[in-house]
């Protein structure tokens, strides 16, 4: 799973959420997240994606 962070200073509008300014999103789905990683926001560095490792 991902954890989303919003960076910057104003709410971050997606499909279906709304990420206020330092809000972090823990256990995001990783095949939308792997979709978001083209998006504007993460471009212009106002949401941050990390990715976990995959248990072993």
């Known amino acids: 799973m991902a954890t989303l962070t919003n960076t910057s200073v104003h709410p971050l ?3 279906g959420l709304t990420i206020q300014p330092g809000e972090v999103v823990e256990d995001f789905d990783n095949k939308y997240a792997e979709e978001l990683k083209g998006d504007l926001f993460v471009k ?6 990390e990715f976990k490792a995959k248990a072993k």
């Open 44 to 49: 212009a560095g106002w949401l941050k994606i």
């Open 13 to 15: 509008v997606l499909i």
